[in-house]
């Protein structure tokens, strides 16, 4: 051991010297850019290229990186100056997703910062939150239409979630013309009542992380919310397992009244469509399922990824806030999982990046590796169509034309058209068996030259009717866009000006 350390501290004096010496460099670079590139950067481009080159940069940059470069600048500079970066990564991405994405990370850095600020606090602090939420139960009473007193409102975070925006603002209108109330009792009031999602969510995350049995409720409000799922027992067997052909089980209720979900068979995880070692709780129904497909599959409605708060263990069975491990058993739920989408997925060798741009997972390696992310068209592509494609702006803002599915958050591979349309890959291969024209804008979806060619000899060997031979027609190419004069033909009129056959008589 003498030995070791004999050899090792030698090395620890030089690698100390060498990161001293490269952040020395770094501090130093930074500073020259600052003072030399900056200007230039702004006097040689105009508004227009600046956010270019910002979309550019931002389009090959992952979220992780983005992330934690957007932390340590937050840091590094005044508030004027942090208004300024914001304003610029949002005008360079305003067409895309961006800003929600920002809104996340902000809101989770400031949710953050509220639990280490409230780590410290006693009781008294959860007592004033419940008196707070009490004082504005009686204008939620009478917005949410519930026929109870006032006094018997209790203010849980179910309730209150339930509340939607327009019985949020019916609250607000009575505070408001209230003429018992003061201007700055008013004002106290309509404050809470619009944040009492954020307050009760907040109470609701520091009640499960000090007590750690998955409580959903305040201390003084009966709770609906089992600690746990119990399960219905299934043969070891495998032999009851969801979305198996011949398969029949339903969502079965437990004594709390929470729904639960047939656990999947010992050494297999998750559903058909994605490998984990959790089911997620349905924001929209508070049902249980395997993933958010499971849901959309077997419902009217669909299942938004980004509000999910509650998932249960498939391992323990333990029902907790959504997160990459379980809190009870500590097992990893998957080897990705997103904070954001709240996609888990274990299955091994799928490479998942979740991009900033599109506010969604998408499969990849991540940006600047194998995709990139196009600020005008709003989608991710391969990094073999940089600076290559025909860009559209939001092209993946609408429905495949064969199949009518929104493209923008498919998990099906999607093809672009080399008139810049997309549809999905299998939807091509189905369409293009019958028809070469794009069902949008009818130009040719590929290399018809050949058979142009086919239709030339097939037209030259036939011989019209003398009252035809004379003849003409106005045509409109579907290709190039331009009208000709040509000679009449029963089918097949040909561009002069392309030579393509894909026209339309006017």
């Known amino acids: 051991q003498k030995d070791n350390l004999e050899v090792l501290g030698p090395l620890s004096s030089r690698l100390r010297v060498t990161c001293a010496a490269v952040r020395a460099n770094l501090e130093t670079h930074v500073r020259s850019e600052e003072t030399e590139l900056w200007p230039l950067f702004n006097e040689h481009f105009t508004v227009s290229e600046q956010e270019q080159i910002v979309g550019s940069i931002v389009g090959h940059t992952g979220a992780e990186v983005l992330q934690t470069m957007i932390s340590w600048v937050a840091k590094e500079t005044n508030p004027e100056e942090q208004a300024a970066m914001m304003d610029a990564l949002r005008s360079a991405t305003r067409n895309t997703r961006f800003d929600k994405w920002l809104s996340n990370i902000i809101d989770s850095a400031q949710e953050g910062n509220v639990d280490e600020a409230s780590a410290g606090s006693d009781v008294e602090s959860d007592v004033g939150v419940q008196m707070e939420l009490a004082e504005v139960a009686g204008f939620l009473v009478e917005a ?93 067997d495998g032999s009851c397992m969801h979305h198996q052909p011949g398969h029949s089980c339903q969502h079965a209720s437990t004594s709390s009244g929470q729904a639960s979900y047939p656990p999947v068979p010992p050494g297999t995880h998750g559903c058909r469509h994605y490998e984990r070692k959790c089911s997620l709780v349905a924001p929209c129904c508070g049902k249980v399922y395997p993933c958010r497909l499971c849901h959309d599959e077997e419902n009217d409605h669909k299942m938004d990824r980004c509000e999910v708060k509650e998932m249960v263990c498939n391992l323990c069975h333990q029902r907790q806030p959504v997160s990459g491990s379980c809190t009870h058993c500590n097992q990893t739920m998957a080897r990705y999982y997103c ?42 592509m391969s990094l073999s169509l940089f600076e290559k494609h025909i860009c559209r702006e939001q092209s993946l803002e609408g429905n495949c034309a ?105």
């Open 144 to 236: 949410s239409g519930t026929t109870a007193e006032s006094a018997a409102f209790r203010p849980g975070w179910e309730d209150i979630f339930l509340i939607n925006q327009q019985q949020l603002e019916g609250a607000v209108r009575r505070v408001s013309n209230d003429p018992n109330l003061e201007p700055t009792r008013k004002a106290y009031i309509i404050q809470s009542i619009m944040a009492s999602r954020y307050i009760v969510a907040q109470q609701r995350r520091l009640n499960v992380s000090s007590t750690g049995t998955g409580s959903s409720s305040m201390a003084s409000t009966p709770t609906t919310t089992s600690p746990s799922v119990s399960f219905p027992t299934v043969p070891l």
């Open 339 to 380: 904070s954001i989408c709240h996609l888990f997925d274990d299955k091994e060798g799928r490479d998942i990046y979740h991009c900033p741009s599109c506010n969604v997972c998408r499969r990849g390696k991540g940006l600047g590796i194998d995709f990139f992310h196009c600020m005008k068209c709003n989608s991710c």
């Open 402 to 506: 064969v199949c009518h599915e929104y493209l923008f958050d498919s998990p099906m591979p999607i093809k672009e058209l080399p008139c810049s349309h997309f549809m999905h890959s299998s939807c091509f291969q189905t369409y293009t068996r019958y028809n070469y024209t794009c069902p949008i804008c009818a130009k040719s979806m590929g290399d018809m030259r050949v058979y142009f060619q086919m239709l030339d000899a097939l037209v030259a060997s036939e011989r019209l009717p003398p009252e035809y031979a004379s003849r003409t027609q106005n045509i409109l190419c579907n290709d190039c866009s331009r009208q000709s004069a040509v000679q009449y033909h029963f089918v097949y009129h040909s561009c002069t000006h392309c030579g393509s056959y894909n026209t339309r008589v006017l």
